[in-house]
């Protein structure tokens, strides 16, 4: 078996990158994380957040149907490209993290500069389609990138960077609301702060499996720092991201139709009583789960919209 041939250790089984994609696409493929579709989900559905907040409050329009689908293309590819710098960056780390050490760069698969070129390349995709979108929303989603760009060291410096991946993370919630209304205002903010609880929450799920490479290489993260008490910080933080989002509807107008937020708290409680922060297996299938949280809070917006 070739490296290129090599699947990553927490990607999907027998996704389409590994059966159907061509053999010299592969490793590039399997860098954006185009086996693992979770990433770009939790990319997109802030996005949509804002996108469907601002269409229940002030109504839809055509155009948002082509939103709708500019942050999917978009998401994939900055996710894409967010993922390119994170491997170019950590690929000294990985190379010592058994769940890592597979990835195209360690491995030899891919070089740097190949890494670079690709990255580069998804970065342009993003910015056409950024294009299509009004004046206010061009320049918030400028304002991502210095999150973006500091995330990948984060790990290095504090036992917090699952912050500030929900920082750049959650950023679509801001433009999804400026790509329908032309401006900012506080339901977007509230919805940001909201998604930024819920990342840190589902992220320190995802570190779990790392917890024990993490601390004999050096590198830091929430999972870590909340040790024993794993699950009630998860717990706090999934019910700081379920108020938020609450009061988001609310300073919108929403009013009550808050309530259908529900099935997004009644997820996430599920959730904090399925972790054992111990199986890396259970930890994987919850954090994937969360594309289904994020889309109940979708469900809740247009219905909320609807009354």
């Not at 229940?56 to 329009?61: D, K, L, S």
């Not at 999804?176 to 205002?185: I, K």
């Not at 998604?195 to 490479?213: P, R, S």
């Not at 904090?272 to 199986?279: A, I, K, Q």
Request: glycine share 12%.
């Amino acid at each position: 078996m070739t490296v290129s041939d090599t699947t990553v250790a927490d990607a999907v089984r027998g996704s389409w990158v590994d059966t159907r994609a061509p053999e010299a696409w592969r490793p590039y493929l399997r860098m954006m994380r185009a086996d693992r579709p979770i990433g770009w989900w939790l990319l997109l559905l802030p996005c949509w957040w804002g996108l469907a907040l601002a269409g229940a409050v002030n109504g839809f329009r055509l155009y948002d149907l082509w939103l709708a689908i500019a942050f999917w293309i978009g998401a994939m590819a900055m996710r894409g490209a967010g993922c390119c710098l994170n491997d170019i960056v950590d690929r000294d780390i990985d190379a010592q993290v058994e769940r890592t050490r597979s990835r195209p760069i360690p491995s030899g698969a891919i070089t740097v500069r190949q890494a670079v070129i690709c990255m580069l390349a998804l970065c342009l995709v993003g910015l056409a389609v950024l294009l299509t979108m009004n004046g206010a929303a061009i320049a918030v989603a400028f304002g991502s990138l210095a999150f973006v760009g500091i995330y990948p060291f984060m790990k290095r410096i504090t036992y917090w960077p699952q912050l500030f991946l929900g920082f750049a993370f959650n950023w679509g919630a801001l433009v999804g609301w400026a790509a329908q209304t032309g401006s900012l205002g506080w339901p977007a903010l509230w919805l940001y702060l909201g998604g930024i609880c819920w990342t840190i929450g589902y992220d320190t799920i995802y570190a779990c499996q790392d917890k024990e490479d993490d601390a004999l290489i050096g590198v830091k993260s929430t999972a870590l720092r909340f040790g024993a008490r794993t699950r009630e910080w998860i717990a706090g933080f999934y019910a700081g991201a379920v108020i938020l989002v609450g009061i988001a509807m609310i300073s919108a107008g929403m009013g009550w139709t808050a309530l259908l937020l529900a099935g997004f708290a009644a997820h996430l409680v599920w959730q904090v009583r399925t972790l054992d922060p111990d199986d890396g297996t259970v930890c994987l299938r919850l954090f994937r789960a969360n594309r289904e949280a994020g889309l109940l809070v979708v469900g809740a917006l247009l219905l909320g919209g609807l009354f």
